[in-house]
């Protein structure tokens, strides 16, 4: 059943590939392929993370933001290639996901994607990984790391290959990176700092979201490498179109709100997670969210050029 599931979804993703350059729909994609929506709907959304609406809006703007820089085509020719019927339409998508004008982004000559193509595990999946799976990653494994950086590089706007790829090596040399294996390729990695606590990067597969891998990531930090520290990571602000679900899935494991940052130019939050151990907890330590952004409250938006936690 899990290979039928992958082989239908794989489908569905070959064909929205194959028709970036049109305007699509859950039922254009479903007749196209002659499945139910309602069933293509489900799996496709349960598999990738992602509806077929959303996958594909993300791909097109992706293409369109790799043309704005790589091409002179006039914005407006750009948009209707993107699936957009005017050139306003396409403007206000655009700057709601890149946080900038198609113009402004063109200008700026700094392509970044916000989705890549999606490539599935047609292998069973296994569901039985533990935390004692999770190990320290070694130079072997910088390859089929940065594949999966690839693959969840919606978690990471803006994120610099060349600038992570030299950081991941020193990450590895220092025993600050881990890496969550089924079989041959890598379903979960994670950069973090001993020091301050944070999680600098964190990907898991998009097949694999759904099985509760960040908390097994999670786990090991608390329970064996942070015992009794908080844990902090950013993520994407409240209401940012871009976010896939980051940071409801922080908040559903316990992180809480703090403060607003703006981190190589993108706006994020900090979110903060307690020590498991009471007993360890650092004094003046509260769990209530400070300068969380929420109406009425305070902003603290900081500017960082390298912020601490970022490095990866």
């Not at 090596?169 to 969550?180: F, M, S, V």
């Not at 009471?278 to 912020?307: L, V």
Request: charged share 30%; glycine share 6%.
């Amino acid at each position: 059943m899990q290979g039928q599931t992958v082989r239908i979804v794989s489908q569905a993703i070959r064909y929205i590939e194959e028709h970036l350059h049109e305007k699509m729909d859950l039922d254009m994609v479903a007749s196209a392929l002659h499945y139910s929506k309602y069933h293509l709907h489900r799996i496709f959304t349960k598999t990738v993370g992602l509806t077929i609406h959303d996958y594909a809006k993300r791909r097109q703007l992706t293409e369109a933001a790799k043309l704005l820089v790589f091409s002179a085509k006039p914005i407006i020719e750009i948009a209707l290639m993107s699936g957009y019927e005017s050139q306003q339409a396409f403007t206000d998508i655009f700057k709601a996901m890149y946080k900038t004008s198609p113009a402004e982004f063109r200008e700026a000559e700094n392509f970044y994607p916000l989705q890549l193509e999606i490539y599935l595990k047609e292998e069973l999946i296994k569901m039985d990984l533990t935390k004692d799976n999770i190990t320290f990653a070694t130079p072997e494994d910088v390859d089929d790391w940065m594949e999966l950086v690839s693959l969840t590089i919606d978690g990471y706007p803006c994120l610099d290959k060349g600038d992570y790829t030299a950081n991941l090596h020193r990450y590895i040399a220092d025993k600050k990176a881990l890496i969550l294996r089924d079989d041959d390729m890598a379903i979960g990695v994670m950069g973090f700092s001993p020091d301050t606590g944070s999680i600098d990067f964190l990907a898991v597969h998009p097949q694999y979201r759904h099985l509760g891998i960040t908390k097994l990531f999670l786990d090991k930090l608390a329970d064996e490498l942070l015992y009794g520290k908080e844990i902090t990571l950013t993520t994407y602000r409240a209401g940012d179109k871009a976010d896939t679900g980051w940071r409801e899935e922080y908040r559903r494991l316990g992180f809480a709100e703090r403060e607003l940052l703006v981190e190589y130019g993108y706006p994020t939050q900090r979110f903060v997670l307690p020590p498991k151990n009471k007993e360890e907890i650092p004094q003046g330590y509260t769990s209530m969210p400070e300068n969380t952004g929420r109406k009425g409250e305070t902003r603290n938006d900081r500017n960082t050029e390298k912020p601490v936690g970022r490095e990866l």
